[in-house]
T-cell receptor, first 113, second 121 residues
Framework: GQQLNQSPQSMFIQEGEDVSMNCTSS?????WLWYKQDPGEGPVLLIA?????ELTSNGRLTAQFGITRKDSFLNISASIPSDVGIYFC?????????????FGTGTRLQVTL | DTEVTQTPKHLVMGMTNKKSLKCEQH?????MYWYKQKAKKPPELMFV???????INESVPSRFSPECPNSSLLNLHLHALQPEDSALYLC????????????????????FGPGTRLTVL
């Protein structure tokens, strides 16, 4: 199935550094969702974005819905060891009553002390 | 409560076995989903139920058979699986698109369970 382009694919950062990752699509989406997944667990919803241009924060996380509706960005400030994991973006068109998410390829974040 | 539960946590089965995966949520969500996830890959959608009716089947082989007995439960029946079906199977639920806010949760926001790690021998 279709996947969104997510970058970077992986990154090593020092504890305390800020992190940026982004997701791009050739299609327009009405909603962008950002998830974090730890090994062997299900994805956990971090942030949901519903309007083009919207900037939303959740603690040290900030995400933006791109103006073109074809991209989204996630920033993590002052990273800590528990930020380790895989981050997935997901785009959602408005179709019917059940949402069909298209996932990004994932960004693997590893933090060094 | 934004919890989706899945049982079992781990499952090992032979290619001739019949087994079932179970998913439960009590958030009043009327859309439920099955995903398959291979290592280091994003989740892949398998089935979507909306108001207890199957609305999307992503061309999944018939050896996977979903069932939604009521608005809180979702099952995935497995029969004659192949080793390549080994994966993490995730269940998710959401408010249906077009519905109002439910306890601060917006329609379409999907909440995932912890998954069932399936190994087919």
């Amino acid at each position: 199935g279709q996947q969104l382009n997510q970058s970077p694919q992986s990154m090593f950062i020092q504890e305390g550094e800020d992190v940026s990752m982004n997701c791009t699509s050739s299609s327009i989406f009405n909603t962008w969702l950002w998830y974090k997944q730890d090994p062997g667990e299900g994805p956990v919803l971090l942030i949901a974005l519903y309007k083009a241009g919207e900037l939303t924060s959740n603690g040290r996380l900030t995400a933006q819905f791109g103006i073109t509706r074809k991209d989204s960005f996630l920033n993590i400030s002052a990273s800590i060891p528990s930020d380790v994991g895989i981050y997935f973006c997901a785009g959602q068109p408005l179709t019917g009553t059940a949402s069909k998410l298209t996932f990004g390829t994932g960004t693997r974040l590893q933090v060094t002390l | 409560d934004t919890e989706v539960t899945q049982t079992p946590k781990h499952l090992v089965m032979g290619m001739t076995n019949k087994k079932s995966l179970k998913c439960e949520q009590h958030m009043g969500h009327r859309a439920m989903y099955w995903y398959k996830q291979k290592a280091k890959k994003p989740p892949e959608l398998m089935f979507v139920y909306s108001y207890e009716k199957l609305s999307i089947n992503e061309s999944v082989p018939s050896r996977f058979s979903p069932e939604c007995p009521n608005s809180s439960l979702l099952n995935l029946h497995l029969h004659a699986l192949q080793p390549e079906d080994s994966a993490l199977y995730l269940c998710a639920s959401s408010l249906p698109l077009g519905s109002g806010r439910g306890g601060g949760i917006l329609p379409g926001e999907q909440f995932f369970g912890p998954g069932t790690r399936l190994t087919v021998l």
